[in-house]
C-alpha cells in the first residue's frame, strides 16, 4: 500500500511558476511508475507527467513539453514537477499517482493522492 500527498498548488498569475511535490509513504516511492495527472472543471483527468522506476527516462503530455518538468528524489520518497509559464488552461486539480503500467494510462496507476488545487489567473 502507497499513501500519497500532494503539496504546492496555488493561486497565480499567467507567466509564473509553481512547484508540485508528491510525498509517498507506505513502501519506496521508486519502486512504482509515478506520474502526474489534472483535472479542469468537466473534463476528465488527464495525463501531464511521468517518470519511470529507475528515472532515466521521463514522459510528458504535449501541453506540458517544454514548460514541465518531472523529477523523483528517491532519498526523499517524493516525486517533484517544476512547472514553468503557466498558462490560465493549467487551471486544474493536480495528482500524483503510482504504478506499475503504462505510464500515459491513468487506469493503469493503483495508488492516487488527494489533488492540489493550482490556478492561473491571466
Known amino acids: 500500500q502507497v499513501q500519497l500527498v500532494e503539496s504546492g498548488g496555488g493561486l497565480v498569475q499567467a507567466g509564473d511558476s509553481l512547484r508540485l511535490s508528491c510525498t509517498a509513504s507506505?513502501?519506496?516511492?521508486?519502486?512504482?511508475?509515478r506520474g502526474w495527472f489534472r483535472q479542469a472543471p468537466g473534463k476528465e483527468r488527464g495525463f501531464v507527467a511521468a517518470i519511470n522506476r529507475s528515472g532515466g527516462n521521463t514522459y510528458y503530455a504535449d501541453s506540458a513539453k517544454g514548460r514541465f518538468t518531472i523529477s523523483g528524489d528517491n532519498g526523499k520518497n517524493t516525486v517533484v514537477l517544476q512547472m514553468n509559464s503557466l498558462k490560465p488552461e493549467d487551471t486544474a486539480i493536480y495528482y500524483c499517482a503510482a504504478g506499475l503500467g503504462v505510464p500515459i494510462d491513468s487506469l493503469q496507476y493503483q495508488y492516487w493522492g488527494q489533488g492540489t488545487q493550482v490556478t492561473v489567473s491571466s
Open positions: 507506505g513502501r519506496i516511492f521508486s519502486m512504482y511508475i
